[in-house]
């Protein structure tokens, strides 16, 4: 068999990563390969000479090398057509699909080129050593990706520590009012799995903790994790709420999305689970007074389980296993001036509108403007939600805020579409007569019954613009909102009283750090990188850790419940056959070549079937 | 009647300056924060969208390009980076490109070699041609008054005569410009605009001129000034040249009456050239950001011209009359291209096209049904609501 | 103790409600088409757990509005409804008794629905026996993704009982207390 | 009857409930009922403080019944049932009152909605009383699972599941594994291949020693529940396909024969993906009649071959792609077919790569470009100047044939939404992205292995959110495009989410089976024998010297349908006794 290989580069950028010139001389010395050929960065080919070539060579393979080959495949293809050759017989080695993305990692994108030139696929061949493992797993991060992969995998009787950051599980889907597309309450569907998640015996919840250390090896990791005081005693608290009346600290809540406030000692919200309050060190007085003042809260307290000295704690857990749930946090706003967002009041997020709508929000889900109140401790008047205040006439929501754009993130976030139309059914729903607009770019409603959902929202009556909009102004106290109306080839311009936006999704804070402690890495856009974007969507270069959720990519709950699953397919698969996968960065290049020729043998071409 | 996409017209673009017009996915930003797209005008987006659709019927009838100015705010905010600015830019070089009877145009754009050697050639011709003047009628010691090298009457006929040529070029195109944006278009949707109201909306040609008033209305100021007192500074010498050339060019004696705005026009003249230049190479600004050949020519021509004016002023004060000659024969080696063409086929028809655009998009809302077929030509616009 | 709590923070809103407005409408113009303005009739429902009753759940996820009429009770599949249940609810003083299954050939137990289908005629037969207008009882197909054609029945079937009046049974039943 | 103590709790589900009905009302109406001993409403019932609620009312106030009115009882049924039974009450002494999908969402606010809710409590009450303590069974999980259906979703399951240590059977409709897959060349958005992707796959199923595969083979019936099945399998149509894989081995038990087999299985994930929509239904199109107008899939095949060309042999100058055939239309499929944005896209890079020269049109209506790295991929084929035109759903583009005099040979028609220009586009190629249709076979599959399909024929998962993967039939799972329409990755996820959730299972041995079912009183039974033919799973058995049936409880599956029939009365379906309904149509008269 005679063996060509050509290097090309789709990328310019990508192209720093491995270094070619010594892939290139590697190629040069395997066997069957009578020529390599560097053609560079997008390199225009035409098929003919290529062909030309090939007859001249009397070549049988053709191996395309480098960031993203595919894009010039075809040509290949056809050159191999016309030279009469078995078109199939165009392999590829893709560098940065196969997790040869940086310098150092030079010896795999050779491996990936052994595999190419010997027609062997590279996941076959590059199987890290088998490790045993430790039945027990960690999961982090408890929102529903976290809790349904914990779930699943405790349900099958294995022991699961669930860690969770903030001081309750739930994560943003607990903040949701309704879900697309069937707009079932979020609560209904995800409070029965948190409090099973409470009661499970084989869950071991920590809550307000976070990964401090990681050691060990795949299969047998040793954690160390951080635990930050609560300073109430989960188990004796009976959510009475004494300690939070007698709070002098009022300070905006977290989980309103800083819309309403809450105390120093509060509750995160009544389904919280632990159920039970905590105590935010760095609102409390006591605390930041260094016990001089208050601690009012622990006097108050009936059943005496407030203890404001509790210290950090760190607890070390042994697990074979490792699932990265961390989901998402949103986009500043604020960072685009353009629409005002923190500058005029009723410029809303799509989370805090999540929570202005919500039932169990401040204003029990009345869809209102905000008025201004003088709020005597402060001595200040501040925007406030007032259930009693003004519900705007007309709303308008903007899509891509912060997406699909090269000046911030230029993916696309995936589920802000289906939001912003279940956020015009919820206004249209609530406020009849009030008008709706919604301001897209492309309206992708993907899935199972979401270009039926989108419909129907027109069909309620929401106008409905292709069209970003440009600018929010202020006007006599209502919001101008500009922007041109593609469809209809006119340009609008005209005020509302209130403005959503769609803002994106964006990796969580500090995801970047766990992701360096476990060896996972991050793409350019931060969000987790899996093994093999198709094969292997929830698994990592790094053995025994997997990827769920959001965190591997903006997902909506059915996606990331699917993932969620799949994850814990993955531990309990390493768990019941008691061996895991190790990771890929402790494969040499001399055993993947090894492995490549003894596969090569009884590998045929390609299967080309179903035509 | 369907029109029929020329996919091929972009790669065409590209030569006028619009490479990334193809990445455009039309999301409307640029339109909307675009102060001047309103109503029936909207712009940069649907010039774009006309563009990667090759419709250049419509283009070629399109005034938009001429009601942007280029503050460049459209291209900082485009999510995709496809220089909505710059693409009305090349857009105006095309359209200044098809107004040319000549296809002297063309070629420039198409090519900056062309552009150069054109400019040589006319500049050697005007150069052979006063040396042959000055020494058949006059002494190269003597700058002014009888006897001298270029006695300003002469050359002030000959000013008058370059006038006329340049007027009469400019003006085929402007009437090219009209037929293809009010007459053309106005017989297509069978309408036409009264002669009474050319006649009285004419002021707005030299208001617009004179004042850039739209361009005033561009968020960023700074462009807007820089351009206003180059062009006040270029019209002011015009007037010069053309109405006092005589006493501009007596001296040694400094005339305060003339010199003073001719002083000050060159100072303008210099001082914001060389500020385009400067922008043109530190590339801060959106709107020097890309800079077609056809630029840098412009500038260095208007640089020539403005430092050769001074320094034989200079030179004449200073006594050095032979001096003062020879760079009086540079100067108007320079000027003399300048006017035959770069005026009528280069950027500076721009100076010409612009008001005119103002004029006729002033206009044509104005137009009425003319007595014969009675139909429009756009496909109404489905409406937004509930779709 | 957190009941109160919890409930202390809630006030049911009243107004401003949209998915009220438009059944409120239905039932106006329901009324008006109703012979008696006043009557409301009361409909027993039978459903099938895996279909009809799925349906008449999507009903309610998708907020489609119909009358207030039936009351449904759920059996494991339509097969079960024995015809001792419509007689049952009728002489407990039923306007109407409502059937639904899933449509032939969809039943989650394969034939049960088929069983139903055979039934019905027996039933209807029975019923004419003791002078019950047939219209009172009705079979129909109800699938888990059919949640407006559930609404649609309900509504048809509330339509064409005010039109009937009061069950006889209903009447006896209300002199017979009278009396006593 | 004795006297119950029954707790009532009617859920506020925080206005869903109470913003309809006037739930103090139903409390207050609930309270004075017979035996109800605690009566009360909470803001939402299945939050921990909720439940915490009536585990404490049940140890301090002595319950011994309870009902919710809340939701309906397929959302929460299985909570509260855990609720009463932590509380140390018989879970089935448990009723709920369905007040909110068949009360609240579909009613108005007032006296009537409120009204129905109390009769609905009311009966749930009566009904309660009559409820009987049920011990839910536990049944030997058989670790084998039965794949249906060998494309990326089957095989990337089977080996999830095989490679955990269990038995597999993978069996295959086609005489080739690879699905749709098999006929892809490259994967969008990173273009890498798809042959690779599958041929891994393939080769570590075929020399997998847990999973034996069936080709050219099919379901014939599926019989038993959750744990236990029973799957036939035969060859395709008696013609053999290409033999039966290694399926011929030990397994051709009982019910075998040539080309049949028995198998024992647990789960059962059904993979059987999606067919293509044919295009010639759609006139305005042409194709079929018009040479030059193909579809994606027949696209992708020149792209393998190497032969992209006209039917004329010639290179395309003009080339057009148009997206949405068969999909997101009134006519057709409202649904969007998820991948062929992407698809799309990869080959208007395809063909820039094949035929340098070639102008590309993209006429689309959105573009779907939400995954990992299609936005990107969405840029960089602007870059390379394919042109993208937008037409209005609903409105088709009409392709025709150009003129002689035309440089193209065909032309198509479009009102261009981004310019609200009646345009033509010329084009000497036009790919049809043809969208995904359920398999003409869903149906019978569906039926075979009892889970239900929406209007489109993709099958309906338990729950669209919380379980995906699962359906209302125990231990049958689904996975990848038969759901509904999904690209690889997700396909992928799928297909390990159902296998996880049966090794969830296997690791536990054994699995709950419901309480629910029917019982014969021999006392009773007159040994007519009606009831044996009527039960659809065989679960009847006739003892003959006692001439009396009995209920084989494991098999049965609670329909009723030989309660309803048996002329003597003898048949008693637990939960869904003749006196429970008498008390609940008793109630909701009351």
């Known amino acids: 068999m005679r063996v060509a290989v050509y290097f090309c580069q789709e990328n310019p950028e990508a192209g720093g990563g491995v270094n070619l010139d010594s892939v290139a001389k590697y190629a040069a010395n395997l066997p069957d390969v009578v020529q390599v050929k560097s053609l560079g960065v997008r390199p225009k080919l035409s098929p003919e000479p290529l062909a030309v070539e090939i007859g001249e060579q009397g070549l049988d393979r053709l191996v395309v090398a480098g960031d993203s080959p595919g894009y010039f495949k075809p040509a290949f293809t056809r050159a191999m057509a016309l030279a009469g050759r078995d078109p199939a017989e165009v392999r590829l080695a893709s560098f940065r699909e196969h997790g040869a993305v940086s310098h150092d990692q030079t010896e795999r994108a050779k491996a990936i080129v052994a595999c190419a030139v010997s027609g062997v696929p590279f996941w076959l061949a590059a199987v890290p050593k088998f490790t045993t493992v430790h039945p027990d797993v960690l999961v982090v991060g408890a929102g529903i990706a976290g809790i349904q992969a914990a ?33 079932d309450c979020a609560a209904c569907i995800l409070t029965p799995k948190m409090v099973a998640v409470g009661q499970h015996e084989m869950i071991e919840l920590l809550t307000m903790s976070e990964v401090e250390a990681v050691a060990g090896l795949p299969g047998d990791y040793r954690v160390t994790i951080r635990r930050q005081p609560r300073r109430v005693d989960p188990d004796a608290c009976v959510t009475c709420a004494a300690c939070s009346e007698a709070c002098p600290v009022t300070v905006p809540s977290e989980f309103d999305c800083g819309i309403a406030s809450r105390n120093a000692i509060y509750m995160p919200f009544p389904q919280a689970v632990p159920n039970a309050y905590l105590v935010d060190e760095a609102s409390c007085r006591y605390i930041q007074s260094g016990g001089e003042k208050c601690g009012v809260c622990v006097r108050k307290c009936p059943k005496g389980c407030i203890d404001l000295d509790q210290g950090v704690e760190l607890v070390e857990v042994q697990v074979g296993s490792i699932v990265l749930a961390t989901g998402y946090d949103v986009y500043d706003a604020t960072r685009i001036e353009r629409y005002g967002y923190g500058v005029y009041p009723n410029v809303l997020t799509a989370l805090e509108f999540e929570r202005l709508t919500n039932a169990s929000g401040p204003t029990s889900g009345r869809i209102v403007t905000q008025t201004l109140r003088h709020n005597k401790r402060t001595k200040r008047d ?211 070549e090894a492995r490549a020729r003894e596969l090569a043998v009884g590998m045929g071409p390609a299967a080309r079937r179903g035509d | 009647m369907a029109t029929r996409v020329n996919p091929k017209l972009i790669d065409d673009l590209e030569i006028y300056g619009a490479q990334d017009v193809s990445k455009c996915y039309h999301c409307g930003n640029c339109s909307a924060v675009c102060p001047f797209s309103q109503g029936e005008r909207i712009f940069p987006r649907r010039s774009m969208r006309h563009l990667q659709l090759g419709l250049e019927e419509r283009l070629q009838a399109d005034l938009e390009p001429w009601l942007c100015y280029y503050c460049g705010e459209c291209s900082e905010d485009c999510p995709r980076e496809a220089e909505p600015g710059e693409t009305m830019m090349s857009l105006r070089r095309w359209l200044t490109s098809r107004y040319d009877f000549s296809g002297i145009s063309r070629l420039f754009y198409r090519s900056w070699k062309a552009e150069l050697w054109a400019i040589l050639l006319v500049a050697l011709l005007t150069g052979v041609g006063f040396l042959l003047l000055g020494f058949v009628q006059g002494d190269l010691e003597i700058y002014d008054g009888p006897g001298a090298f270029l006695p300003s009457h002469i050359v002030h006929w000959f000013d008058w005569g370059m006038a006329a040529v340049l007027v009469i070029l400019l003006g085929i195109n402007c009437a090219r410009m009209w037929w293809f944006t009010m007459g053309k278009e106005g017989r297509a949707n069978g309408t036409h605009v009264p002669l009474g109201q050319y006649l009285a909306r004419a002021f707005l040609v030299p208001y617009h001129f004179i004042t850039q008033a739209r361009y005033s209305r561009c968020e960023h100021k700074r462009p807007w000034a820089v351009h206003l007192v180059l062009m006040l500074s270029y019209v002011t010498m015009l007037v010069l040249i053309m109405f006092f050339l005589g006493s501009m060019q007596a001296g040694p004696g400094i005339d305060w009456r003339v010199h003073v705005f001719g002083y000050a026009a060159a100072l303008g003249l210099v001082v914001t050239v060389i500020f385009a230049m400067r922008g043109r190479v530190t590339r801060t600004e959106a709107h020097y950001k890309h800079s077609h050949e056809s630029d840098w020519i412009f500038l260095i021509l208007l640089l020539t011209v403005a430092v050769t004016g001074i320094l034989q002023h200079i030179l004449h004060r200073a006594g050095l009359d032979a001096a003062a000659n020879i760079v009086y024969v540079v100067h108007l080696m320079g000027v003399v291209p300048m006017l035959v063409l770069e005026v009528p086929f280069g950027k500076w028809a721009h100076m010409a096209y612009r008001p005119l655009a103002m004029y006729f998009s002033d206009l044509q809302p104005r137009a009425v049904p003319s007595r014969s077929r009675v139909e429009p030509v756009r496909p109404a616009g489905a409406s937004s609501g509930r779709a | 103790m957190n009941a109160e709590v919890a409930t202390a923070v809630e006030t049911p809103v009243v107004g401003g409600d949209g998915r009220g407005a438009p059944a409120a409408e239905k039932q106006a113009a329901l009324r008006v088409s109703g012979s008696s303005a006043t009557f409301q009739p009361r409909i027993v429902g039978f459903l099938c757990n895996w279909c009809s009753y799925a349906g008449a759940d999507l009903a309610g996820t998708s907020r489609t509005p119909y009358a207030a009429t039936v009351r449904v009770i759920r059996v494991m599949c339509s097969a079960r ?73 309900v509504d048809d079937m509330t339509r064409r009982i005010r039109a009937l009046g009061p069950s006889k049974v209903k009447i006896a039943l209300a002199t017979d207390r009278a009396e006593r | ?157 089977s080996l999830e599941l095989a490679d955990a240590g269990y038995q597999v059977y993978l069996v295959e409709k086609a005489d080739h594994l690879g699905g749709n897959l098999a006929r892809v060349d490259l994967t969008a958005p990173y273009l890498d291949s798809a042959q690779d992707l599958l041929r891994e796959r393939i080769q570590r199923v075929a020399n997998h020693p847990r999973i034996e595969t069936f080709l050219g083979t099919e379901l014939r019936s599926l019989e038993g529940y959750v744990g236990n099945f029973t799957a036939a399998v035969a060859l395709a149509g008696g013609d053999g396909g290409s033999g039966a894989g290694n399926g011929s081995a030990a397994q051709s038990g009982d019910g075998g024969g040539p080309g049949r087999w028995a198998l024992e299985v647990g789960s059962v994930i059904v993979a059987i993906g999606y067919k293509e929509f044919d295009a010639s239904r759609i006139t ?23 032969r992209i060309q006209t039917a004329e042999g010639g290179q395309p100058q003009y080339a057009a792609i148009v997206h949405c055939v068969g999909s997101r239309s009134q006519e057709f499929h409202a649904y969007c077919s998820r991948v062929c944005c992407m698809t799309a896209l990869k080959y208007a890079h395809e063909l820039k790569s094949a035929v340098p020269g070639c102008y590309i049109s993209d006429v689309y209506i959105d573009m779907h470009a939400f995954g990992k790295g299609c936005e990107d991929f969405y840029r960089r084929s602007s870059e390379v100047k394919t042109l993208f035109l937008m037409y209005g759903k609903n409105e088709y583009p009409v392709i025709r044939k150009a003129d002689p005099a035309d440089d193209c040979g065909l032309l198509i028609e479009v009102n261009e939404q981004l310019s609200r220009e009646q345009i033509e586009i010329p084009a000497d190629l036009v790919i049809l992205m043809v969208g995904m249709e359920a398999r003409e076979d869903s149906g019978e599959v569906a039926h075979m292995v009892g889970i239900s399909q929406d209007k489109d024929g993709w099958f309906i998962e338990s729950h669209p959110k919380l379980d995906p993967v699962a359906t209302t039939t125990e231990g049958v799972f689904i996975a990848g495009t038969c759901a509904a329409p999904k690209d690889i990755p997700d396909s992928v996820a799928q297909a390990r989410a159902a296998a996880g959730r049966i090794l969830a299972r296997i690791a536990k041995g054994s699995i709950e089976v419901d309480a629910v079912y029917a019982e014969i009183d021999e006392e009773a039974c007159s040994g007519c024998r009606i009831c044996n033919e009527l039960c659809p799973y065989v679960a009847i058995e006739f003892d003959a010297e006692a001439k009396r049936s009995r209920v084989i409880s494991a098999l049965c599956k609670a329909c009723g349908a030989c309660v309803a029939a048996c002329p003597s009365g003898a048949i008693r379906a637990r939960h869904f006794t003749d006196e429970q309904i008498f008390a609940e149509i008793e109630g909701v008269l009351a």
Request: charged share 25%; aromatic share 8%.
């Open chain 1, 382 to 592: 501040e925007w406030v939600f007032d259930p009693a205040g003004e519900p705007p006439a007309s709303v308008a929501i903007i899509h891509c805020v912060g997406s699909r754009d090269h000046n911030h993130n230029s993916y696309c976030s995936r589920v802000c579409c289906m939001y912003s139309l279940k956020f015009a059914h919820l206004v249209r729903e609530k406020l009849p007569d009030s008008a709706c607009f919604e301001f897209y770019i492309d309206m992708r409603a993907f899935g199972k019954g979401y270009e039926e959902f989108a419909e129907r929202i027109r069909e309620e009556g929401t106008f409905v613009v292709r069209g970003r909009s440009g600018k929010i102004t202020e006007a006599d106290g209502r919001l101008l909102i500009r922007g041109e109306d593609i469809l209809s080839d006119s340009m609008l311009e005209f005020p509302v009283d209130m403005v959503l936006l769609s803002v994106g999704l964006v990796p969580a804070h500090g995801a970047d750090r766990l992701g360096a402690l476990l060896g996972v890495g991050c793409d350019d856009d931060g969000w987790f990188s899996e093994l093999d974007y198709n094969g292997d969507p929830t698994d990592t270069e790094r053995g025994g850790v997997f990827v769920a959720g959001a965190c591997q990519g903006p997902k909506d709950i059915p996606d990331t419940v699917a993932q969620a699953s799949a994850v814990a397919a993955g531990a309990l698969r390493s768990i019941l056959s008691g061996r895991g996968y190790g990771s890929m960065s402790t494969l040499l290049l001399s055993d993947i």
């Open chain 3, 81 to 153: 409804i024995d015809p001792t249940f419509v007689l049952k609810a009728l002489a407990e003083g039923a306007d109407g008794v409502l059937i639904c299954g899933c449509h032939p050939g969809d039943c989650h137990y394969s034939e049960g629905n088929y069983k139903t289908m055979r039934r019905y005629p027996l039933l209807k037969r029975m019923l004419a026996d003791f002078g019950i207008e047939e219209e009172r009882v009705r079979l129909e197909w109800v699938s888990a993704s059919e949640g407006q054609h559930f609404a649609d029945v």
């Open chain 4, 284 to 306: 305005h199109f042409g194709y079929g009649k018009l040479p030059n107008v193909i579809t994606s899939f027949e696209f992708e095949k020149m792209v393998r071959e190497g």
């Open chain 4, 1 to 157: 009857m004795e006297q119950h103590r029954i707790g009532v709790y009617v859920c506020e589900c925080g206005t869903n409930i109470a913003k309809v009905v006037d739930c103090a009302a139903v409390v207050r109406a609930a309270e004075v009922l017979p035996g109800v001993a605690v009566a009360t409403s909470y803001k939402y019932m299945c939050s921990t403080p909720g439940q915490e609620m009536i585990a404490a009312d049940i140890q301090e106030k002595g319950l011994d019944r309870v009902v919710v009115a809340s939701c309906s009882p397929r959302m929460h049924e299985p909570t509260f049932r855990r609720t009463i039974r932590n509380a140390g009450l018989n879970p089935y002494y448990l009723q709920m009152a369905n007040i909110r999908e068949q009360c609240s969402w579909v009613h108005g606010a007032g006296a009537e909605a409120t009204q129905k809710a109390i009769d609905l409590v009311h009966a749930a009450v009566n009904r309660v009383g009559l409820h009987e303590p049920l011990e839910s069974r536990t049944v030997a999980m058989c670790s084998n699972t039965l794949v249906l259906g060998g494309g990326i979703a089957g095989l990337t399951a």
């Open chain 1, 151 to 183: 779930l699943e995998i405790a349900d099958a009787g294995k022991r699961v520590y669930l860690i969770e950051r903030t001081g309750t599980i739930g994560g943003h889907m607990a903040m949701f009012d309704k879900t697309f597309p069937t707009l």
